[in-house]
Each structure stands twice: as C-alpha cells, then as structure tokens.
C-alpha cells in the first residue's frame, strides 16, 4: 500500500522514460514497472557518488531511477537484441560484480545495462516481500554490495532473483525513440 502511494508520487512528479516487465524467479505474473530518468544520475554528473552519479536505484515495488545515459544504454541494447517475457533476461551467474562467475555462466565480463536493470528488478521483487522494511534494509545493505559474507545477501539476491521480460510496447519517451537509428518508435 505504501509503495503504492510513493509510486503514485513518482508519476505526478513526471513520466517515466519508459515501462518495463519485470518478475522474480520465484514470482509467476509479471509487474509493469516503471523506470525514471534524471541526469542526477548520469555518469558525468555533478551530484555525488555513490547515491546519484552513476548509480541506480530501486525506489518502490514499480519504480527504478536510473541515469539518461543508462537508460539510453538499456534503450539501444533492446532495439539491437530485445528479451521478451518468454526470453526473459537474467543476470549472468546470478552476479553483476564477479567476472569468473559471469565467466563460467557464459557470461561477459562486465554487465550490460539491461543485466544491471535485471539487478534491480530484482530489488523491485525485495520491496514487495520486504514492504516497509525495504527503505531500512535497503538503505543498510546496498552499499555492502555483492559477496561472500552475510551482509552480501541483500545485493546477491537481487541479482539472482530479478528477470527483465522486456520494454513494454510503446512506453518509450519521444527523448529516448529519437535516440534509435532513424529515431524510430520502440
Ligand atoms: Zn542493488
């Protein structure tokens, strides 16, 4: 309910970039889940590190905020190589961090942006079991990131539990469609 509520927030405050289907592994229907854009969180911006510049982050069970330049990035990955709520996206090895885990999954070494967007899928998954326990845990734990000590758990699971369906159809931004080759519609 209260996610609900902040969510709603989220939307009276502007649009989302663009939509996405997103689920736990353990979930069975998928979620639309909206994603927002700012230039807070750009890679070049101003604002610090490591709550905005660069960074993203899961706000609600349907809100992620994320960095005009990444979202441009999960908007280019998808036109060139989409994933589907039948082929969905997971993180690779079930770790964004661990290069020899991603290895050994098949993975690449380093995370494409729509991985990282799985990452946080999995935080939107978090935020519904969690409720309002997830601002406290997730203000405690995210800056502990991935690992192999207790306090890892939280970044682990997100990265192994999230499933991006894909962008839903015609959610994305004029800003962002112009960006595509030929600034085509998504
Ligand atoms: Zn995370």
Same mark, same amino acid.
Not at 8 to 23: E, K, N, Q, T
Not at 79 to 93: A, E, M, N, T
């Given at each position: @309910?209260?996610?609900?509520?902040?969510? =709603?927030?989220?939307?009276? @405050?502007?649009?989302? =970039?663009?939509?996405?289907?997103?689920?736990?592994? *353990?979930?069975? +229907?998928?979620?639309?889940?909206?994603?927002?854009?700012?230039?807070?969180?750009?890679?070049?911006? *101003?604002?610090? #590190?490591?709550?905005?510049?660069?960074?993203?982050?899961?706000?609600? &069970?349907?809100?992620?905020?994320?960095?005009?330049?990444? #979202? +441009?990035?999960?908007?280019?990955?998808?036109?060139?190589?989409?994933?589907?709520?039948?082929?969905?996206?997971?993180?690779?090895?079930?770790?964004?961090?661990?290069?020899?885990?991603?290895?050994?999954?098949?993975?690449?070494?380093?995370?494409? #942006?729509?991985?990282?967007?799985?990452?946080?899928?999995?935080? &939107?998954?978090? =935020?519904?079991?969690?409720?309002?326990?997830?601002?406290?845990?997730? =203000?405690?734990?995210?800056?502990?990131?991935?690992?192999?000590?207790?306090?890892?758990?939280?970044?682990?699971?997100?990265?192994?539990?999230?499933?991006?369906?894909?962008?839903?159809?015609?959610?994305?931004?004029?800003?962002?469609?112009?960006?595509?080759?030929?600034?085509?519609?998504?």
């Amino acid at each position: @309910m209260v996610h609900a509520i902040v969510s =709603a927030g989220f939307h009276l @405050m502007g649009s989302p =970039a663009f939509r996405i289907y997103g689920r736990g592994r *353990r979930e069975n +229907t998928w979620r639309e889940i909206s994603v927002f854009a700012t230039h807070r969180r750009d890679l070049q911006s *101003r604002w610090p #590190a490591p709550l905005f510049r660069g960074t993203c982050i899961t706000w609600t &069970t349907s809100v992620i905020a994320v960095g005009w330049d990444f #979202a +441009t990035q999960v908007i280019r990955e998808q036109y060139r190589c989409p994933v589907s709520r039948d082929h969905p996206l997971q993180v690779s090895g079930g770790r964004v961090r661990d290069s020899q885990r991603r290895k050994e999954a098949g993975g690449q070494n380093y995370p494409s #942006a729509s991985e990282i967007l799985a990452h946080e899928i999995g935080h &939107t998954w978090q =935020a519904r079991r969690l409720s309002l326990l997830y601002w406290p845990i997730g =203000a405690a734990f995210t800056l502990c990131r991935e690992g192999d000590h207790w306090y890892n758990w939280f970044e682990n699971q997100a990265s192994e539990e999230g499933l991006f369906g894909g962008i839903v159809c015609g959610s994305v931004c004029s800003q962002l469609r112009r960006e595509l080759p030929g600034g085509t519609n998504q």
